[in-house]
């Protein structure tokens, strides 16, 4: 169970490490005081490091330069575009552990990929959090000079002029109708492809929210190191449809995930903080963070703000008997509580707290702990360990959204002992507890929330050492994890291992202060940073 005594002891850990305005606007400290050495010699770092070391070479036997290893068959796929995923995700991570010998072998990698040809359907989603994202992260890194950097100067430049080249090829989707960006593009021809979605009979060419949102951090940075502004106009253009949503949402600041790209007319109700709409609410504050003298980061930081505000009223509910659980519904299309939630949305605490520090709002980092504490329940109470992908509830009046598990037996009594219940019991290398938990560490300083995280590696150990220690698994109630799924994807080098690793170092390795991670886990450098604004 949540016990509520902990809840009290991390907020009165939050209120003294409230961060006063250090420098005007553009330094706030949000990362708790740690003493120097708090975490010296943990073995727990090395041992992470240790799992990406093997991990590595395990990729690097089977599937390099390939996008994503299969673990089971000993083999590959090319299911990001063919220009090596796991190795521009993966090497910020390497950079920040001081693996410099496979450093070496990334760059040299990315320096040897032609980022304007493929021979695939490309989405702008993943050319945008995964290969951007990593590309500008391991350029910030190494020019940081906080990790070793024995490489080659043009190879370390080479990651900003590879990040420039790409984002320019795929400028086409931009070309809409409203600037929001089309999903897809055929990269042999540069033609746009759109999707469309169907809502009460009528057909619109669409994109989602999560697409349109999840971008102004990387377009913003992209701007601040090459001095081209065009990538932060695309990036504001599409988000002012955003930030004022027509018609409007079914509760404020809750949009739909799907939009009509001809208008720019939200055409869903389907809001929460689900995938789908997830790291559009989690950029509106980190974009405010990463530069709040821009001029249109206040529209952001108020727009997140309506959000946070609207969810605590509407949305963040406890299950029918279980107070001391708070969980973030989704809504259906037509914006109707479903009284269930999806493991992307375990993200929510994180950024809740992240949000709620610096901008001193003790309510807000209240929730943030609660939801980020019943997503450790989730974990907590599995036979693996590990969380399952979409669980639900029965509500206030003891009902569940899906009528079917009204009479459930099965359900009821899973949900009598739990609180809730498993509707997809899949594991796929999740990072968004990790996230949440490294910030809740972060910023409160309570060394449960590491412990939580050493839990969640070890579940992944354990589960896993039969045979392939970082494959997905079938089912988190079933012993070993029931079917191992033959797929590593290049986010369990980007995420998972960057957000261990950084629970057990030090914690001014990527201090929140210096650093606000984009949605794929890669911290850009803020462009004014409290210890470069001190200097
Ligand atoms: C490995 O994957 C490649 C690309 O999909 C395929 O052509 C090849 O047959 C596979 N090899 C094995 C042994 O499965
Ligand atoms: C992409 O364009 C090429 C060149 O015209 C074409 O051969 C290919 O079929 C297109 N792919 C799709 C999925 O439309
Ligand atoms: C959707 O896009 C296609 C291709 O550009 C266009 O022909 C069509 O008119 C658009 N649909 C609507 C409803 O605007
Ligand atoms: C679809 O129909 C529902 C119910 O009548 C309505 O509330 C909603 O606004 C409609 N959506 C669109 C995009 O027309
Ligand atoms: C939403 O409302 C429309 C129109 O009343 C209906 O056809 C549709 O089934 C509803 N969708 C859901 C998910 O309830
Ligand atoms: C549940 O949490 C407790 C306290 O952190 C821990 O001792 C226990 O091992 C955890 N169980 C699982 C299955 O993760
Ligand atoms: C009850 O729900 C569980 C979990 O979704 C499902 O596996 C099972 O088939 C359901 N049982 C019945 C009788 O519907
Ligand atoms: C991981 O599993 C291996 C094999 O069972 C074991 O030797 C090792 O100690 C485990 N590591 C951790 C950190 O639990």
Redesign the pocket.
């Known amino acids: 169970m949540v016990s509520i005594p902990y809840l009290l002891l991390t907020l009165a850990a939050i209120s003294n490490a409230v961060p006063s305005v250090t420098s005007g606007k553009t330094c706030r400290q949000v990362q708790y005081d740690f003493p120097k050495n708090t975490n010296k010699h943990d073995p727990r770092a090395e041992a992470v490091k240790q799992a990406y070391a093997r991990e590595w070479r395990e990729y690097s036997k089977y599937a390099f330069p390939n996008d994503e290893l299969l673990p089971l068959s000993h083999n590959y796929t090319n299911d990001l575009f063919g220009w090596g995923a796991t190795v521009v995700d993966g090497i910020d991570t390497a950079i920040i552990m001081g693996l410099t010998d496979i450093v070496e072998q990334q760059l040299k990698h990315i320096a040897s990929v032609d980022f304007t040809k493929s021979a695939d359907i490309v989405n702008f989603f993943d050319i945008n959090i995964r290969y951007l994202g990593g590309l500008l992260s391991a350029y910030d890194l190494i020019k940081s000079g906080q990790f070793p950097n024995p490489y080659d100067d043009d190879l370390v430049e080479e990651l900003l002029s590879q990040a420039k080249s790409l984002a320019s090829a795929i400028s086409p989707v931009f070309d809409t109708a409203t600037g929001l960006p089309a999903s897809t593009m055929n990269f042999s021809t540069g033609e746009i492809m759109k999707s469309t979605t169907t809502?009460?009979g009528?057909k619109y060419n669409s994109t989602n929210t999560a697409q349109a949102g999840t971008m102004i951090l990387e377009y913003y940075r992209l701007s601040d190191l090459t001095g081209d502004e065009s990538f932060r106009q695309h990036a504001r253009k599409a988000e002012k449809y955003l930030i004022n949503p027509k018609?409007a949402p079914a509760f404020p600041g809750l949009i739909g995930t799907e939009l009509d790209t001809e208008t720019g007319n939200l055409?869903?109700?389907d809001g929460g903080w689900q995938a789908g709409v997830d790291s559009f609410i989690e950029y509106l504050i980190k974009t405010y963070i990463y530069d709040p003298e821009d001029d249109m980061v206040e529209q952001l930081l108020d727009f997140w703000i309506l959000t946070v505000e609207s969810s605590k009223k509407n949305i963040a509910l406890s299950p029918y008997h279980h107070p001391e659980l708070t969980f973030l519904s989704q809504l259906d299309q037509?914006g109707t509580i479903m009284s269930s939630m999806d493991d992307y949305a375990c993200f929510a605490g994180g950024n809740l707290l992240l949000g709620g520090a610096y901008l001193d709002r003790p309510d807000i980092s209240e929730l943030g702990l609660k939801v980020t504490d019943s997503c450790h329940w989730l974990y907590n109470t599995t036979v693996t360990g590990l969380g399952p992908s979409t669980i639900a509830w029965y509500n206030e009046h003891n009902k569940a959204y899906e009528k079917t598990y009204n009479k459930n037996s099965t359900t009821r009594s899973y949900a009598a002992k739990y609180g809730y219940f498993i509707e997809d019991p899949s594991y796929r290398s999740y990072p968004e507890p990790l996230e949440s938990f490294w910030y809740a560490y972060r910023i409160t300083g309570d060394k449960r929330w590491q412990e939580y995280n050493w839990e969640i590696f070890e579940a992944l150990n354990t589960t896993r050492s039969k045979s392939v220690p970082y494959a997905e698994i079938s089912d988190v109630n079933a012993p070993f994890g029931g079917e191992l799924v033959n797929y590593v994807s290049s986010f369990y080098f980007a995420e998972v291992l960057k957000y261990l690793y950084l629970t057990f170092t030090e914690p001014d390795v990527v201090s929140l202060d210096d650093y606000v991670l984009n949605t794929e886990c890669h911290p850009f450098l803020k462009k004014s940073a409290c210890k470069s604004s001190e200097n």
């Open positions: 809502v009460n009528t018609p055409i869903t109700l037509n």
